[in-house]
Nanobody
Framework: VALVESGGGLVQPGDSLRLSCAASGRAMSNYRMAWFRQAPGKEREFVGGISGEAAVTRYGDSVKGRFTISRENAKNTVYLQMDSLKPEDTAIYYC??????????????????WGQGTQVTVTS
């Protein structure tokens, strides 16, 4: 499956932003989906994940209560709604797809397809 992220940008602290990830190829419902992020000089970090039919969602500790992952399988699109953004949320955000679809993995090795990333910068 090929993945293309969009929606990144430059925002101020406290603002909101919604990222989108469009999947092409095999139906997205066959995959668990996730967002990871990587800041300069840091390891790739799990942000949020969602199972194939959205029955299960998981979040990284640093974004719980602020970020929401969702998916529209009919549109082959997964979203990341980011609220109350902080400067430490600045990173390149990557969309990822993996299987089996009924679980959510929180490590990068649990995903086999990756997008090219979209930059999110939070600064005043």
């Amino acid at each position: 499956v090929a993945l293309v992220e969009s929606g990144g940008g430059l925002v101020q602290p406290g603002d909101s932003l919604r990222l989108s990830c469009a999947a092409s190829g095999r139906a997205m419902s066959n995959y668990r989906m996730a967002w990871f992020r990587q800041a300069p000089g840091k390891e790739r970090e799990f942000v949020g994940g969602i199972s194939g039919e959205a029955a299960v969602t998981r979040y990284g500790d640093s974004v719980k209560g602020r970020f929401t992952i969702s998916r529209e399988n009919a549109k082959n699109t997964v979203y990341l709604q980011m609220d109350s953004l902080k400067p430490e949320d600045t990173a390149i955000y990557y969309c990822a797809a993996g299987d089996p679809a009924w679980t959510v993995a929180t490590i990068a090795t649990g995903y086999s397809s990756w997008g090219q990333g979209t930059q999110v910068t939070v600064t005043s």
